[in-house]
């Protein structure tokens, strides 16, 4: 089973409409992580966490949010998605100096 | 403000050796990290520095010189796996752990 799982896989959805991607991890990591990725662009930090109480912005957090229900869990969420939200959303854990990555959530806003 | 750059594109041939630069500017400094990602797939850790001098790791290498701002990732023996986009990645001086990522780098792997 993989340690840091992520859903949905892939999502296409309306403008206004309002989303929430899911992280899991079995790792028992403190600290997670969601990005996006957009061609040309490479990795955008969103939002992070270093454990369940603490919550902090990235560079891009604008238009979106964040909940973290528990240490394993860590939820994304688009309140009215537009269409430059059109992307691929990672999440990820860190242990020491490496991050561990979820196989990712495509999604689409039309 | 933060900027990284690394090449868009590189191409070699299975059996040589490639060399990936990477330069940034960051308020701040706590470590250059490589990490490699296939296309469709998940970025996958390859290395990390902290301080100047090469760090190996089997095929891959990295260099960092934090007075020049500068890194490279050399990849010897190229397999035909290799090819993989390589990104950069900087943590700044504000907080461990938060990352800066460059564009990344297409390797494309000929025979």
């Known amino acids: 089973d993989a340690d840091v799982t992520q859903t949905p896989r892939n999502r296409i959805t309306k403008t206004g409409k309002r989303i929430m991607l899911e992280c899991s991890q079995t790792?028992?990591?403190?600290?997670m992580y969601w990005y996006r990725q957009d061609p040309g662009l490479g990795l955008r930090l969103i939002y992070y966490s270093f454990d369940v109480k603490d919550i902090n912005k990235g560079e891009i957090s604008d238009g979106y949010s964040v909940s973290r229900q528990a240490q394993a869990k860590f939820s994304l969420s688009l309140e009215s998605a537009i269409p430059n939200q059109t992307a691929l959303y990672f999440c990820?854990?860190?242990?020491?100096?490496?991050?561990?990555f979820g196989p990712g959530t495509r999604l689409t806003v039309l | 403000g933060q900027n990284i750059d690394q090449p868009t594109e590189m191409t070699a041939t299975e059996g040589a050796i490639v060399q990936i630069n990477c330069t940034y500017q960051t308020s701040g400094f706590n470590g250059l990290f490589w990490y490699q990602q296939h296309a469709g797939e998940a970025p996958t850790f390859l290395s990390y520095?902290?301080?100047?001098g090469l760090e190996e790791k089997g095929r891959f290498s990295s260099f960092l010189s934090r007075s020049k701002g500068y890194s490279y990732l050399l990849l010897k023996e190229l397999q035909m796996k290799d090819s993989a986009s390589y990104l950069c990645?900087?943590?700044?001086?504000?907080?461990?752990?938060?990352?800066?990522f460059g564009a990344g780098t297409q390797v494309v792997v000929t025979p």
């Open positions: 990645a900087v943590s700044p001086g504000d907080s461990w752990g938060k990352l800066q």
């Open positions: 790792k028992g990591h403190d600290r």
């Open positions: 990820a854990t860190q242990q020491g100096n490496e991050q561990f």
């Open positions: 520095n902290v301080l100047d």
